[in-house]
């Protein structure tokens, strides 16, 4: 369902609970980007199979990765599954130097 702003132009209806969960999604977001999280088509992608940590929707959990080919559009999580992140991050071992 869509509705018309002042100018015309359609924008979705969003419910209220839409609203607070997209806001706690952005929160998070932002939260994580502070730690040193980062998008993935801004991300310096290591050389080809060097891991990575990445952070999936729908997922719980930090995925150690490898990139095979072109990276920033499929990964490998745990060098078997496809992958389309949403934050990435160099491996913790990088990170420590």
Not at 7 to 20: I, N, Q, S
Not at 36 to 63: D, M, N, Q
């Amino acid at each position: 369902m869509t509705t018309r702003d002042k100018a015309g132009t359609r924008k979705p209806k969003v419910t209220p609970d839409e609203m607070r969960h997209l806001d706690t999604l952005f929160q998070s977001w932002k939260a994580l980007k502070a730690l040193g999280w980062e998008e993935p088509r801004y991300f310096r992608w290591p050389e080809a199979h060097k891991e990575f940590e990445l952070i999936e929707l729908g997922s719980t959990g930090v995925h150690q990765a490898v990139h095979f080919g072109d990276p920033g559009k499929v990964c490998w999580v745990d060098r078997e599954w496809p992958s389309y992140p949403f934050l990435v991050r160099r491996a913790k071992e990088a990170n420590r130097g």
